[in-house]
């Protein structure tokens, strides 16, 4: 068995393979106030629950874009889990070539959203992660990762909108009834929602202008959902790009 490890700004993604196939898999809150025993005995208990021992895994792979829990999450593998993950990052072997000014810069969940992608549906393509922030990723047709665009999550935006602006009260993240809010509410998630809607199609047309008109376009991460369910312009939804990614990542590298 594998388990792969996705520690992100948000929340902590985790999936467990048997024989190439995911399992398992977990979403949880990323507590930046957790020590490394408490991830080992959180760990621990997942892999309890679904009926799986430390001496089962095989190997674990961590990408992490939060250095100071890195370390944590790190030792919490080989104090609890006994086993050393491989750390994710752009000099390990990949099936694709990074062309970002500084490789090393590119976050680990990108390189392995990429990696995934190129493994399943090849370039040109257009990955889109809909996580903390949301990230527009660049594929090309000969498995390069070009770079792309990094905004705001949806989430982040919507904090930032009720946090600075007095009369403004918290809205649940779903598609109102129309485009034209009539009443605050429906007003604040048509902004959210439908913009956000506008904004990701925007993006497409334009980053298709520069990989072109063959231009895949594939969505991931914990928002994906609100945005895919609005728009045609996201050719494949795949909540669980980032653990195939680091699969692939593991298995080049073994």
């Known amino acids: 068995m594998l388990l792969v490890i996705d520690l992100g700004n948000t929340t902590l993604t985790l999936g467990l393979f048997d024989q190439g196939v995911l399992s398992h898999q977990w979403r949880l809150s ?3 106030r957790r020590t490394e025993d408490e991830f ?12 799986c021992r430390p001496e089962d895994l095989e190997g674990i792979i961590l990408s992490s874009v939060v250095p100071p829990l890195t370390e944590w999450v790190f030792k919490a593998c080989q104090d609890y889990l006994k086993i050393t993950p491989v750390l994710v990052n752009a000099d390990l072997k990949l099936n694709i070539k990074i062309l970002y000014d ?19 549906f090849g370039g ?17 047709s000969n498995a390069e990762y070009l770079g792309g665009a990094i905004l705001p999550g949806i989430g982040i935006a919507a904090e930032a909108l ?11 993240l779903v598609a109102p009834p129309s485009v034209i809010g009539r009443n605050t509410v429906h007003a604040m998630q048509a902004g959210l929602i439908i913009g956000y809607v506008a904004l990701v199609e925007g993006m497409v047309d334009r980053f298709r202008k520069e ?4 231009m895949k376009v594939i969505g991931t991460g914990g928002h994906i959902q609100r945005i895919a369910d609005q728009t045609r312009v996201i050719d494949h939804v795949d ?7 680091l699969k692939i990542i593991w298995e080049m590298n073994h």
Do not use: Y
């Not at 621990?44 to 009926?51: A, D, K, R, T, V």
């Not at 009720?162 to 649940?172: D, F, G, I, M, N």
């Open 239 to 245: 909540s669980w790009l980032t653990l195939e990614g």
């Open 102 to 120: 500084n490789p090393n810069a590119v976050g680990a969940d990108r390189i392995a959203d990429a990696v995934a992608v190129q493994s399943k």
């Open 162 to 172: 009720v946090s600075r602006a007095a009369k403004l009260p918290p809205v649940e």
């Open 124 to 140: 040109p393509a257009c990955i889109i992660d809909f996580g903390t922030a949301t990230t527009f990723n660049a594929l090309t």
């Open 40 to 51: 080992g005995l959180q760990f621990l208990g997942l892999m309890e629950n679904c009926g």
């Open 30 to 32: 990323t507590d930046h």
């Open 211 to 214: 990989l072109g008109a063959k």
